[in-house]
Nanobody, 115 residues
Framework: QVQLVESGGGLVQAGGSLRLSCAAS????????MGWYRQAPGKQRELVAT???????NYADSVKGRFTISRDNAKNTVYLQMNSLKPEDTAVYYC?????????WGQGIQVTVSS
């Protein structure tokens, strides 16, 4: 089993920045890719960004150039640096870890961007 704990969310004005962190514990040797998804009210959960154990990254078009995902394998932690935030970035952000046969999710953390 893998446990994921997110931190760093909150309220920020449009144009501001936030940094999310997600620390993994448990059977972390089984984790390959880690990432962030988000779900806004009334919408489906969507991919924000992912990073593989080797550092390969993938971003949603809506966040390219504004968000940066990074990973510290020694600390089993993934980060999401969010810059130039927009009101449409408001959502609950979920950390995700993909194992060989299992996908793990954090509890989610609220990010609210005011206009």
């Amino acid at each position: 089993q893998v446990q994921l704990v997110e931190s760093g969310g909150g309220l920020v004005q449009a144009g501001g920045s936030l940094r999310l962190s997600c620390a993994a514990s448990g059977s972390t040797f089984a984790i390959n890719a880690m990432g962030w998804y988000r779900q806004a009210p009334g919408k489906q959960r969507e991919l924000v960004a992912t990073v593989t154990r080797g550092g390969g990254t993938n971003y949603a078009d809506s966040v390219k150039g504004r968000f940066t995902i990074s990973r510290d394998n020694a600390k089993n932690t993934v980060y999401l640096q969010m810059n130039s935030l927009k009101p449409e970035d408001t959502a609950v952000y979920y950390c995700n870890a993909m194992g060989v046969t299992t996908t793990y999710w954090g509890q989610g953390i609220q990010v609210t961007v005011s206009s």
